[in-house]
C-alpha cells in the first residue's frame, strides 16, 4: 500500500515529499496535486516509480506559482508563467537541459498572456496584475500565510508605488491585516507567526517612507502635530502610517507611540505646543475620554497669547459622539486633510477612522 504524504520520509537524494513541501509554502497537499492534475506542476522524479519526490527545481516552480497567484493573477495564468520560469532555467543550466533529454519532460505551454489595455506590468514582468486593489490585499494576505517575506515585501512596495502611500494603507494593507487577523482568531490561535511576519513588513514598509521623505529639505519652521496612543493602547502601526503620510506632505509630527501615559502626553502637549494631537484607540476599553476632554481644554504657549491644541479621536475604540475642539476622522486621507488645514477650516464633528 502506497504511503500518505504525512508518513513519507520528509527528503531523499531525490528531493522532498509532498507533505514536506506543503508544509513549506503553507498550501494543503491536496492543493499541490490539483496544480499537477491542472496544469502540469508536479515533480519530476518519481521514486521508484510511486511517490512523489520534488527536486530543487520542482520546488522552484511551485514557488514561482505561489508567488504570482499572490499578486493576484489568475491560477491558470500563473501556471503558464511558472513553467516558462522553468523552462528558461532549463535552457540556463546544463543539468537541467540533461535532464529533460533523458526523457523527462517539461510540459509546453503558450507564453503568458501580455497585458491588457489599463493593465501595468508587475514587477517581475511575469505577467499582468489585477488592477482591482481588494484583489491586491487578497494577494498580500495569501503571501503572508506562506511566510513568503519577499513577496510580502514586494507586493507592499508595489502598492506604494502604484497608489501612493495614503491609499495603499487603507485598500491594500488594512485589508491583509484583518484578514491575517481573522484567520488568527478563527484558528484556535493559529498563524500568530502570520499576523507577526505581516506587521513587521508593513511597519518597515511604512518607516521606509517616513525616512525617505524626512531625508530632504530644511526643518519645517512651525510646531509638529503630536501623536500618541491612548494609555494601555499598544497598537501603534496606524500612527506610523499617519506619521509616514504626514512626512510625505512636510508637515512636522512627533510620534509618541504605544500605551503614553497621561502625565507624559499633558508634558509633551506643553514642551512641544502642538497644533493638534491625534490619539489612536483600538478598543473602546482604551478609549480615554476624560483625557481627550482635557487636551482639549488645556490650554499652552506664552501668557498673553494661549492657545488650545485641535484633538482628533482615531480608531474603532472611540464610539461616542464628538465634543468641543474634539474630531473623529474616519480615514487616514480624512485625518491628512483636518490636519493639514486651516485651524478655521478643519471643524465640525466627522466619523471614527478605521483600523
Known sequence: MELS????????????????????????????????????????????????????????????????????????????????????????????????????????????????????????????????????????????????????????????????LAMAWEDVMVPALRAVGRKWESSGDRYVEVEHLLTWHVSATLRHAYVSATGHGPPAAVSPVLLACTPGEQHALPLEALDAALAERRVPAVTLGGSVPPEALMAAVQRVGPPAVVLWSQSWSTANLPLARHLAATRWGVRGARTRSRILLCGPGWNTQPGPGLLRPRQLAEALRLLTAPDDRATGPTTPMRS
Open 5 to 164: 504524504a504525512d508518513d513519507e520520509p520528509e527528503t531523499t537524494g531525490v528531493g522532498v515529499t509532498t507533505g514536506f513541501l506543503a508544509r513549506r509554502l503553507g498550501v494543503s497537499p491536496t492543493t499541490l496535486r490539483s496544480w499537477d492534475r491542472r496544469y502540469g506542476l508536479g515533480p519530476a522524479v518519481r521514486a521508484n516509480g510511486r511517490h512523489r519526490r520534488w527536486s530543487p527545481d520542482d520546488v522552484a516552480m511551485v514557488q514561482e506559482m505561489c508567488r504570482l497567484t499572490a499578486t493576484g493573477l489568475p491560477p491558470a495564468e500563473a501556471a503558464r508563467a511558472a513553467k516558462e520560469s522553468a523552462r528558461g532555467r532549463v535552457a540556463a543550466s546544463p543539468a537541467l537541459a540533461a535532464r529533460t533529454r533523458t526523457g523527462v519532460r517539461i510540459p509546453e505551454e503558450s507564453s503568458t498572456t501580455a497585458p491588457g489595455p489599463g493593465t501595468t506590468g508587475s514587477p517581475s514582468g511575469t505577467g499582468p496584475p489585477s488592477t482591482d486593489v481588494a484583489q491586491e490585499g487578497r494577494g498580500l494576505a495569501r503571501a503572508a500565510v506562506r511566510l513568503d517575506a519577499r513577496a510580502v515585501q514586494e507586493r507592499l512596495a508595489t502598492a506604494v508605488r502604484t497608489h501612493g
